[in-house]
């Protein structure tokens, strides 16, 4: 019983008041960054995304790399209770096969959740014209290793799945009814998608609101970044040479498609809002501001390392005295 006190105390202190009051510190940062974006797609950029995953990311990583820290040789746990173990804390040891299996199985649920489901799509051999078409409009455009399809039967007329190995899917009856300046345009926004990563940026995010007890905080917050990412792909999709108004007349085209069923994993023209599909209508037929760079994505790395390292520095961490001090203060209870 005794080696359960640690690994519960910090798992819960960790998920149900560390993860929660940063939730509440991201959200509110969310909201003052929202009121004085200069442009709704400024609300897409890293910095955004990097609020949203903060609060779970941060957390965690510190917890397990302490625990790691902990079991690994002179790592300088820390015990007030006997746990009749000569050479570590066994419930060091619980704890990072806690967290471990905790993350592991939550990711993987969620990859479960959203696999690839597309078995009904037909993909259009090689040599169609249709294909060699597509092919043909979108040759002189550089895919970002990205690969791109034509397809029969999907629900979407053009998005992109796969989290680490982008595809450009186009189906067919899309690719049959718009002109090259449309699909050029469409596959321009798609091309945005993928030099964003949005897909696994997506992912990362719902994966981190599944682990997160406030994610109704931040749910919101994840919707409206995943509209604004849509409008910042069209402004990357004409910066980039796609005509504004062949953009619009393809997101017109795309939302006669069953948009809502666009798979939580794949991110697509059509969006998935129909607000935010007038809005972004608006935005392209006036004059499409160029696309912002921030340096969130970079500072979010900067802090995901820094937690990782810090528990290993010389000297007893944090986590060593909470675990002394939970020890100390709950064994006499046991």
Do not use: Y
Not at 58 to 84: F, K, R, T, Y
Not at 294 to 301: P, S
Request: glycine share 8%; proline share 5%.
């Amino acid at each position: 019983m005794g080696e359960l006190v640690f690994p519960v105390t910090a798992v819960l202190g960790t998920v149900f008041v560390v993860i929660p009051a940063l939730s509440l510190l991201s959200a509110a940062a969310l909201r003052l960054h929202r009121g004085r974006a200069t442009s709704w797609s400024r609300f897409g950029s890293e910095t955004t995304f990097a609020w949203l995953v903060a609060p779970t990311l941060l957390p965690l990583g510190w917890l397990v790399s302490s625990a790691l820290h902990q079991v690994e040789p002179g790592g300088g746990a820390s015990c007030a209770l006997d746990h009749a173990i000569s050479t570590s804390c066994v419930d060091a040891v619980v704890l990072l096969v806690t967290l471990l299996v905790g993350v592991g199985v939550t990711v993987g649920a969620r990859l479960w959740r959203e696999r690839d489901r597309g078995t009904s799509l037909e993909l259009v051999v090689a040599d169609d014209p249709l294909t060699a078409r597509v092919r043909e409009a979108t040759a002189s455009l550089s895919l970002r290793g990205a690969r791109l399809v034509v397809v029969r039967g999907s629900s979407v007329a053009i998005h992109t799945r796969g989290l680490l190995r982008p595809t450009i899917v186009v189906d067919a009856c899309f690719a049959r009814t718009a002109d090259d300046e449309v699909l050029v345009a469409a596959v321009l926004h798609e091309v945005a998608h993928v030099r964003g990563r949005d897909a696994l940026r997506g992912f990362v995010a719902r994966a981190c609101m599944a682990v997160n007890p406030a994610a109704r905080l931040l749910r919101p917050e994840l919707e409206r970044w995943r509209s604004a990412r849509e409008a910042g792909c069209d402004e990357e999709a004409v910066s980039s040479g796609g005509r504004a108004l062949a953009l619009a007349a393809g997101i017109v085209q795309a939302a006669k498609f069953r948009c809502a069923e666009l798979p939580a994993h794949c991110v697509g023209l059509c969006g998935h809002d129909a607000a935010a599909l007038r809005l972004r209508l608006s935005l392209l037929l006036a004059e499409p501001s160029p696309p912002a760079r921030t340096h969130g994505g970079r500072v979010l790395a900067a802090l995901i390392a820094g937690v990782v390292v810090a528990p290993h520095m010389a000297g007893p961490g944090l986590l060593e005295r909470f675990h002394f001090a939970v020890e100390r203060l709950l064994g006499p209870l046991l």
